[in-house]
């Protein structure tokens, strides 16, 4: 299987077959296995160790290594060639529902429905775990149906409103 | 005394039990239903229930704690710190019903709490203090605009209630102030259920250095050196190191001896600590007095060899300090990061969720006090720390070495933690060199730069990336039918293997 | 020195590695098959695989070790302690390789090495030594019979390549003495490939006592006290103390001083333990010289302040050492307990499986020293360590009670430990009065006596078994069909209960 | 559900229903909760807290509490009254096969096919761990088919020998 991995912008190309691996045309000795099952991995590449967390987001890959965030957008030349093709405008003009980033309460909607909104723009103040959170708008746009109150407790990913 | 409820939840909870098992003295532990699987809970001798979740139906249920402790037969309570540890209410409640209050008379607690008061009684001791709006009290919104030309701006509009950052708020010019007195009001009111604020100048460049003072029922106060709090976001201190890099044994000696005025200003008892701002110039300025146990007393612990909850109950029990002030030496250095569940790459967003795996750094010179295990979920009610790591080293740079490695050997999965911040700063040249101040943290610091000489791996991270996203793709490909999903995902290949082959 | 590789695996390749990081030295890890999650290779700067699990073809294969180790650019090598640690051959095989061997020089190792030559080496320098056969190397069963009836019994039969218990054993009388030199030099054979054994005097109410100590290669020589470590099984150790209950100022000093000069006496340089035979009447005499790091060396860390490894690559980089005699000082008292995966109650029978959940002790004034975590499996090929829990306090006292608070929160799940064999002396009147000998735990201790004062509770183990058991009879009944029993009863049952109401 | 449950020769009787819990006729305020679903258990019983390992043997049950072992046999009145009527004699006179207690080598088999032996006897040594550890038999009897041979490396739990 062929990979163009995308980390800051910088590609990579890997390829990965039978338990052999290149990157960038290099062959590496790879030995590469989960800790305690756990998304914690440990990499032994040319006799160099190292240790990172990997979890999946909306994008792609997370990878924690040494106290860096390293976000990697892993495709193969398939889905590579189309998201060229599709340009990046999809996720500006696309609908953004606000979700509830953990349990709280609604402390403050400081928006109204209808109104017009910029980027960065703090849509919803949630207090969880004693702080009081801004959460923000991540494109500019209306907002929409809003579907909590101030004053209501709601759950991890409940939807709070939406930026059209 | 042997006895005691400890009236708190968490690290600090656990601290406490640890002292009084190590004195011989039982524990009684009270316990909110989100917390019937806590540390503390398991570790005491006793466990009462609260009530809900939310602390004002648990752990600030005053009333309930009281009579949990005279049920259990226990002599005396440890609040800790938040939740009751401050309210002279409570202090008062404790001795009308005979029961010990690890901690200061109702008096002195009551004279701190309110931070005008405060500033009065200090100043009358001669103590420095910010400038200010002091003495009248519930100023109103237009007294507070009229004053505040007169301070000069940046000033802080401060909860008078308040505490930990709740309530405050930096104003730079006149015409954003009514904005931001509104909604320091509403924060004071909605996190105290007092909106009454006031006034102080911003000093500039300030350093927050705090001084540890014991004081005993015989009249000894002692202090126990400085604490270097600089490091702060939101006003939340997220590193504490001691000595501070910045202090001087002259400026600590009269640092000391103005703190230990403060407290005997208020006839302090038990272990305080007195918060002052150090401008670039080495003046210093009272911010308030702290009537309790610190969250980051390990590390005067750590350079002092005093164990400042031993000592706690000790003086509670009517006994003598163990120190005098000769004895009081500081030996190397130390550091606590405060490992809070929150996302330091997403604006240090609160994380919660269950702890699936999770293992604590080790070995020489390095103290973990927490109250979370694997298994254990990190619910939305209380603050989100997690954990303290305390390093101890013969030196500064020692000591920062040493939070390096424990930093890369923590491990914590099922929440986000603030570990990587911690390790971007102590890679930090500013903080290595000692050089921040308050501001450092929101002004000064990013998690995105890449200090001069740090090596970073991205195409290893993308390496990992791809065998982890191949690995997933190859599964999927392989599931013919199952029920749920394993979390280790090259376990479940393994098995798979092993069963299909 | 940048760069070093260290020979060894679990707790203390990860306590040397942790050393090396504090430094800022890069570490090189190796391992076996059996090692490749192991904690030291998870850790490493870099990592490479020897062989299979067996040590033989791995962690011994000293050839392999030289030939990575010069592959990875590292200028030296760290052999921990067992394994290649007091290899003459090996030290020699380094230096020929251009790489410094942390440790003493092959000539050292190799005086110290064979017991014989040891106890003439140190006789001549004026050492006292336990009377028993010597000088004569390989002695004939015929004889070691004639000779026995001379020292006297009870004697005991040595190994003579041999450390650790291996090979040896205690003989009463002239008539069991064939059947023992017959299987000593079996196991000694086995253990070292070398069955040559010697005798020696059997001292009675006996203690184990050594002296740390540290030579730099400028000719300088301190002691860092002495370590009592008469809490042993087989002769294995299992509980360490420093300083030692039974030694007053005077024996210390005496006893350092001859620890001084039986190192000088072979030119000894980097960290070594003089081990003694303490008597009643404290004389004590010289038993053998570990001419490597002590599995022990953390308690004297701890009452001294000295990092022993940190001082190990310091002289093995040339430098002076950082301490003179003068400046080493007792602070406090250290215990530790050797945490091994062994079932006390069923004769300590080793125990091995995947540890399937872990909680470290921590807080104050513990330190853990462990290469094991949850998840990580406990091999049959290595020793049965998984972890050093190690406590520092004001006193002995003070230590105790904080080593059974740190027991009490450790919890190991997987694999049986020898925790409840160390919270059972850690009651025990005779520990805390210090009035112990070597052959306490074989005689005159029980996993089933209850001290005085000590509250057992059948009645609560009782309700607990018939609640497990309880719940377990109610799953079974409520089971359908299921493919894979889940470890978690209770989620289980509440899953299950959720998904059929 | 009624149990009689035996600790050191102590008889607790046990009643559980429906989240109830009696003691020996007393009602008793339990909470009882596993631990990170491990075999850990918090138990709150009328204030007092207590944390153990319980794990199942052979017997019945291994309860590990503060240091302490206590072996615990729970059964409901009808096996008690089966096994009080069966006697003690059963296991003295069963066959008893001796399994390997962990992965190791075989170093030495002092006993032969046919030997008569005594109770503590031991049959194997085996190491493991590097140490060497004697396999005793629990019983007197006689010894038949051994199946293992010194040098040989064994499994966990694998037979070694049986003692009739």
Do not use: H
């Given at each position: 299987m062929k990979y163009i991995t995308t980390i800051d912008g910088r590609e990579f190309a890997i390829e990965i077959t039978d338990g052999q691996v290149q990157v960038d045309g290099h062959r590496l000795e790879v030995d590469f296995e989960s800790v305690s099952g756990q998304p914690v991995y440990s990499l032994i590449v040319d006799g160099k160790s190292y240790e990172a967390y990997v979890y999946p987001d909306e994008d792609g890959w997370q990878v924690l290594m040494e106290g860096r965030l390293y976000p990697a957008r892993v495709e193969d030349e398939r889905e590579k060639r189309l998201r060229a093709a599709g340009g990046s405008a999809v996720s500006e003009s696309a609908e953004y529902h606000l979700k509830a980033?953990?349990?709280?309460?609604?402390?403050?909607?400081?928006v109204e429905v209808g109104q017009q909104i910029e980027k960065g723009q703090v849509l919803v103040i949630l207090e969880s775990m004693k702080m009081q959170n801004e959460l923000k708008s991540p494109k500019a746009g209306r907002v929409q149906r809003i579907r909590v109150k101030p004053g209501a407790s709601v759950e991890q990913r409940q939807t709070l409103l939406s930026v059209v | 005394m042997n006895k005691v409820l400890i009236a708190n939840r968490g690290e600090i909870a656990v601290r406490i039990l640890r002292a009084c098992r190590e004195l011989g003295i039982e524990t009684v532990a009270v316990y909110s239903e989100a917390d019937r699987q806590a540390l503390h809970v398991r570790y005491a001798d006793e466990a009462y229930l609260l009530g809900p979740a939310p602390s004002r139906q648990s752990y600030l249920r005053s009333d309930k704690i009281i009579e949990i402790t005279k049920k259990s037969g226990a002599q005396a309570i440890h609040p800790g710190y938040?939740?009751?540890?401050?309210?002279a209410d409570f202090a008062l409640a404790c001795a009308d019903a005979?029961?010990?209050?690890?901690?200061?008379k109702a008096s002195a607690i009551a004279a701190m709490g309110d931070k005008m008061k405060a500033r009065n009684t200090v100043i009358a001791a001669g103590v420095p203090v910010v400038p200010g709006t002091e003495g009248e009290g519930a100023l109103a919104d237009e007294d507070l605009l009229t004053i505040a030309p007169k301070i000069g701006f940046p000033l802080l509009i401060k909860a008078t209630?308040?505490?930990?950052?709740?309530?405050m708020r930096e104003v730079q010019?006149?015409?954003e102030m009514p904005t931001l007195l509104h909604s320091a009001r509403r924060e004071a009111e909605s996190s105290f259920g007092d909106g009454n604020v006031y006034l102080e100048k911003l000093v500039e460049g300030a350093r927050h250095i705090e001084i540890q003072i014991l004081a005993d029922q015989q009249g000894n106060t002692i202090f126990l050196n400085e604490r270097e709090?600089?490091?702060?976001?939101r006003h939340q201190k997220l590193i504490e190191e001691a000595?501070?890099?910045?202090?001087?044994d002259d400026l600590r000696q009269r640092m000391g001896c103005v703190a230990v005025k403060a407290a005997q200003a208020v006839g302090y008892v038990n272990a305080g600590t007195i918060e002052f701002l150090v401008d670039k110039d080495k003046h210093f300025y009272f911010l308030e007095m702290n009537t309790r146990l610190q969250v980051e007393h390990p590390i005067t612990e750590l350079i002092t060899g005093v164990d400042i909850v031993k000592e706690q109950i000790r003086i509670a029990r009517g006994r003598q300090l163990s120190?005098?002030?000769?004895?009081?030496k500081i030996n190397g250095a130390a550091i606590e990061c405060r490992?809070?569940?929150?996302d330091p790459f997403n604006n240090f967003m609160p994380s919660t969720g269950v702890i699936t795996h999770s293992m604590l750094p080790a070995g020489p010179g390095v103290r973990v006090d927490t109250g979370v295990y694997p298994g254990f979920e990190i619910s939305p009610?209380?603050?989100?720390?997690?954990s303290k790591l305390v390093v101890w080293g013969e030196t500064r740079a020692q000591a920062i070495l040493r939070m390096r490695r424990a930093l890369e050997e923590y491990r914590i999965v099922g929440v986000r933690t603030n570990i990587p911040f911690h390790q971007t700063m102590m890679d930090s040249h500013r903080f290595m060199g000692g050089?921040?101040?308050?501001r450092f943290v929101e002004?000064?610091?990013?998690?995105h730069d890449i200090e001069e000489g740090k090596t970073i791996h991205p195409e290893i991270a993308a390496l990992m990336a791809t065998l982890v996203a191949h690995q997933s793709i190859e599964r999927s490909a392989q599931v013919v039918r199952r029920g749920e999903r394993d979390t280790s995902n090259w376990k479940w290949v393994g098995r798979w293997e092993r069963i299909h082959r």
């Open positions: 980033p953990m349990p709280g309460l609604v402390v403050q909607i400081p | 938040g939740f009751l540890a401050e309210r005979g029961l010990i209050f690890i901690g200061p209630a308040g505490g930990g950052g709740k309530g010019n006149i015409e709090c600089s490091i702060q976001r000595p501070s890099p910045f202090v001087d120190y005098k002030q000769e004895d009081i490992i809070n569940a929150e009610y209380y603050d989100p720390l997690i050089q921040y101040d308050t002004e000064r610091f990013s998690m």
